[in-house]
């Protein structure tokens, strides 16, 4: 397959460095610091909505290489074995994060933004606001994914 490269738009600036600490990220506020290449002006109008998908690289968590043998999630026994294309996690080909963060405030290059599961330091590959027109309808999921995702968000 063909392969690209691509460059990361800003930096993610938070408390957050421990990237074994994979909980409680519900009140993590979060700056996302966009390069000046993109100007001032870059994030104009994106204070008009409320959220924001985030796209990350998991760039502080080692390749795991070998994606074919379906794992627990986090290791946890208690959780089926599924796919690498069955979780969100970081061991992923890769490693792209995506999530969706209620934003907190524009000012010029920089956004804030709260819920963002990236620690301090990660690299930000693009932003797209939350649009209702986007958001799926009936979503549905198994019930170990409740149970995987009871903590995440916990403030």
Request: glycine fraction near 10%; hydrophobic fraction near 35%; proline fraction near 9%.
């Amino acid at each position: 397959m063909r392969s690209f490269a691509i460059t990361p738009i800003g930096t993610v600036q938070n408390e957050r460095t421990d990237v074994q600490d994979t909980d409680n990220w519900g009140a993590v506020r979060s700056t996302i610091l966009v390069d000046e290449r993109f100007g001032d002006a870059c994030l104009q109008g994106l204070d008009g909505f409320s959220h924001v998908e985030v796209l990350f690289v998991f760039d502080q968590f080692p390749d795991h290489g070998d994606y074919r043998e379906p794992k627990p999630n986090r290791g946890r026994p208690d959780l089926p074995p599924v796919g690498v294309f069955a979780g969100r996690g970081p061991r992923r080909p890769n490693r792209i994060g995506v999530t969706c963060c209620a934003i907190e405030s524009v000012h010029g290059r920089e956004l804030t933004v709260v819920g963002l599961d990236a620690v301090s330091g990660t690299p930000v590959i693009d932003l797209k606001p939350v649009m209702v027109e986007f958001l799926p309808e009936n979503v549905t999921q198994p019930e170990w994914v409740s149970r995987l995702m009871s903590e995440y968000f916990q403030p």
